[in-house]
């Protein structure tokens, strides 16, 4: 299966998979920012982590069996609604809350978008794969 429209499919991934790195930069930023607005205890701020991965592990997972409502647009929405609740900081359960959501579209972009690069670009779809992973780190270096 090749792609109808590559240019739309690549840009798509490439900044899906750019918003999608800046993620866990800005974790490491905003973490003393939470210790002092929610005062948390010593290594309470790993929660945020453990929140961003537990969202991802179980939409990867649930990306695995191809459900056609896991889509692209399903993700970002995610990871909108995940971002805006963040934002809000309605207190430390729903700052984690929102970042769970923003560890679900993570790992559901991921998912969705490695899959189709590797069908749809054919035989030069291993190396795109490659390409849109090296993009991933675009977003890693200029989000902090």
Do not use: K
């Not at 991934?13 to 210790?35: D, E, H, K, M, N």
């Not at 948390?40 to 990306?63: E, Y």
């Not at 970042?99 to 991921?110: E, K, M, N, P, R």
């Amino acid at each position: 299966m090749t792609v109808a429209n590559p240019g739309r499919l690549f840009i798509t991934g490439a900044l899906s998979f750019v918003l999608i790195g800046a993620l866990p930069a800005l974790y490491g930023v905003a973490l003393p920012v939470y210790r002092r607005a929610f005062d948390l205890a010593d290594g309470q701020g790993s929660q945020l982590l453990s929140a961003h991965g537990v969202g991802a592990f179980v939409f990867v997972f649930a990306g695995i069996f191809d459900l056609r409502w896991l889509t692209t647009r399903f993700a970002l929405a995610m990871l909108a609604i995940g971002g805006a609740l963040v934002a809000a900081q309605p207190g430390w359960g729903g700052v984690l809350v929102g970042v769970c959501l923003l560890g679900a579209g993570f790992g559901l972009i991921s998912t969705i978008q490695n899959r189709r690069f590797l069908a749809e670009f054919g035989d030069r779809g291993p190396g795109m794969v490659g390409l849109l992973n090296a993009i991933f780190g675009i977003g890693a270096i200029a989000a902090p």
